[in-house]
């Protein structure tokens, strides 16, 4: 399976934009990107995914590199409730996940 | 709509003792996964379902784990015996199916489970 790479951490302030980034340099051709978090004490949700374009949803922003070898997830504006463990997963024809360690969000106020 | 269902939420053993879990996932979903979230870590893929059947369980511990979808719906993962490292969040989720593009996965709460 091809594999993610992020930084153990990050931290934020309330109110700001927070870019996540993630490295797939292995990506093949039809593995899409799917970015999950996970709350405190919650199983993970969905946040977004893409394939090759840039996309845009209520939560967040996914920004792909036109090699597609990386990807940032970008939150806006942050808040208190986004701080969480954000998951980047190539998501394989076989439709499984294959979850990392994560990135866990700190968002002080 | 109601979310993905597990119980119980909290479970303790003691080693060598058989525990198991119960999910039930949001209706309709064709395709239920069950996963180990250890402490610290991503969560792992144990078993995947479409319908009743094992798409995938290359990761399951075939030697104390098992798990059923008898009617396509619920299902149960089971341990028997347990072992200390299977302290852990058992993570359920379901989707609609490998056919729709975005085939979302929708999580449970987990059950925490701590061996003694």
């Known amino acids: 399976d091809a594999k993610t790479t992020q930084p153990n951490s990050m931290e934020s302030n309330e109110e700001e934009p927070v870019h996540l980034p993630c490295n797939h340099s292995t990506i093949s051709g039809t593995d899409y990107i799917h970015w999950y978090r996970q709350l405190p004490s919650q199983g993970p949700e969905y946040v977004i995914h893409?394939?090759?374009s840039n996309v845009n949803n209520r939560m967040a922003s996914l920004a792909i590199a036109e090699d597609r070898k990386s990807s940032t997830l970008i939150l806006h504006r942050a808040t208190l409730r986004d701080a969480a463990v954000y998951y980047c997963i190539l998501r394989n024809a076989g439709n499984m996940l294959t979850f990392g360690g994560g990135t866990r969000l700190m968002v002080k106020p | 709509e109601a979310g993905v269902a597990q119980s119980p939420r909290y479970k303790i053993i003691e080693k060598r003792q058989s525990v198991a879990f119960w999910c039930n996932p949001i209706?309709?979903?064709?395709?239920l996964y069950w996963y180990q979230q250890i402490l610290g870590q991503g969560p792992k893929l144990l078993i995947q379902?479409?319908?009743?059947?094992?798409?995938?369980d290359s990761q399951l511990p075939k030697d104390r784990f098992s798990a059923e979808r008898l009617k396509g719906v619920d299902s149960t993962l089971k341990i028997q015996p347990a072992k200390l490292e299977d302290s852990a969040v058992y993570l359920c989720a379901s989707s609609l199916g490998s056919n729709y593009p975005t085939n979302e996965q929708f999580f449970g709460p987990g059950t925490r489970l701590t061996v003694l």
């Open positions: 893409g394939l090759t």
């Open positions: 379902f479409q319908n009743n059947g094992v798409v995938d």
């Open positions: 209706s309709g979903h064709a395709t």
